[in-house]
């Protein structure tokens, strides 16, 4: 069974950082992508970063670009996120998520950890 539990997540002022930790568990990690996105209040969710496990190939929205920083483990059971320079619009639920054989379309998903960002 597929388990995917996020941390990390926290309150910090513009400009700070935040690291996000996604421990997996459950599935053959070489065979999925895994990936993190995020849904602010009355907006619909969106991916933020996204992981290839056997390519190590990455992907990331275009306002996080620069900043954010998607990155596995080396025993490939954590994914992490980086994210520095934060800015308010970054304020979001954050969410892992794991696709078999990168379908996005058919993903797990984690629990969430909450990121606030003031200015």
């Known amino acids: 069974q597929v388990q995917l539990v996020e941390s990390g997540g926290g309150s910090v002022q513009a400009g700070g950082s935040l690291r996000l930790s996604c421990a997996a568990s459950?599935?053959?990690?070489?065979?999925?992508?895994m990936g993190w996105f995020r849904q602010a209040p009355g907006k619909e969710r969106e991916g933020v970063a996204t992981?290839?496990?056997?390519?190590?190939?990455?992907y990331y929205l275009t306002s996080v670009k620069g900043r954010f920083t998607i990155s596995q483990a080396n025993t490939k059971n954590t994914l992490y996120l980086q994210m520095n320079n934060l800015k308010p619009e970054d304020t979001a639920m954050y969410y892992c998520?794991?696709?078999?054989?990168?379908?996005?379309?058919?993903?797990?998903w984690g629990q969430g950890t909450q990121v606030t960002v003031s200015s």
């Open positions: 992981f290839t496990t056997r390519t190590g190939n990455t």
């Open positions: 459950g599935y053959d990690y070489s065979s999925y992508c």
């Open positions: 998520a794991a696709a078999r054989y990168c379908r996005w379309s058919d993903k797990y």
